[in-house]
């Protein structure tokens, strides 16, 4: 059927386009197939209502981001840190515990006190804070002192429940203060991984090569000009 209007033909009304969910599952999967299911789904929502607020709202930011909690919680099939460590493996990353690796060989809770005391807020080894506070979430988050800061900053009591850390929706939130209060959203800006890595990571850089890899694939797949579907 046609209309006409003042003696003119009119075209037909043209299909409203959609504007599709930027942090939508479909894409969160390209990036990182091995999702265990749930995870993802859940972080999809939790990104697509809150990575505005902490400034995460442009392409650079946002493949950046991802690519770097993607790493993080290995394609997001990981909301705790792995501790079961091999013996031969605990020098590689603790140096100083090599004398120890045989005894911790195997055992998440003695490494976790063992290479965490002191530092990041923790108490010394007898305390447990090592394995209390040990690596969670979508950004690994760890120690007890940044474990106080996110939650001092998010509202929520992270140190008296450190358990909430590995909650999805709040394990993003964690990550997204993170990554604002620790300046990556202006890294990204300058496309720098080595720089936001160094931030998320520390000084040790593991996985930059990866954490590039995804930062490219990122950039393709979160585009601004996929935003519209028919």
Not at 42 to 67: I, Q
Not at 81 to 99: C, G, K, Q, T
Not at 119 to 132: C, I, P, Q
Not at 141 to 152: H, P, S, V, W
């Amino acid at each position: 059927m046609v209309t006409f209007w003042q003696g003119g033909l009119a075209s037909a009304p043209s299909r409203p386009h959609k504007v599709a969910p930027m942090f939508e599952v479909e894409r969160l999967a390209r990036l990182c197939p091995r999702e265990i299911p749930g995870i993802m789904e859940a972080a999809a929502d939790a990104l697509e209502t809150e990575a505005a607020k902490f400034g995460v709202n442009t392409h650079l930011r946002r493949a950046h981001f991802l690519a770097q909690i993607a790493h993080e919680s290995a394609g997001f099939t990981r909301l705790e840190e792995n501790l079961n460590y091999s013996a031969a493996r605990i020098p590689a990353v603790w140096p100083r515990l090599a004398d120890r690796a045989k005894a911790l060989e195997h055992k998440p809770e003695a490494l976790a006190n063992a290479a965490y005391a002191n530092k990041l807020g923790n108490g010394d080894e007898g305390s447990g804070d090592g394995y209390r506070y040990r690596g969670r979430g979508l950004i690994q988050l760890t120690g007890k002192e940044n474990y106080r800061r996110r939650g001092a900053a998010l509202g929520i009591d992270l140190v008296a429940v450190p358990e909430q850390a590995v909650r999805v929706d709040v394990a993003v939130r964690i990550a997204l203060s993170f990554w604002k209060a620790a300046g990556c959203n202006a890294l990204a800006d300058a496309d720098d991984v080595e720089g936001v890595t160094r931030k998320v990571n520390g000084a040790a850089m593991h996985g930059l090569e990866e954490r590039r890899a995804l930062t490219a694939r990122a950039k393709a797949i979160f585009t601004d000009g996929s935003d519209l579907i028919a």
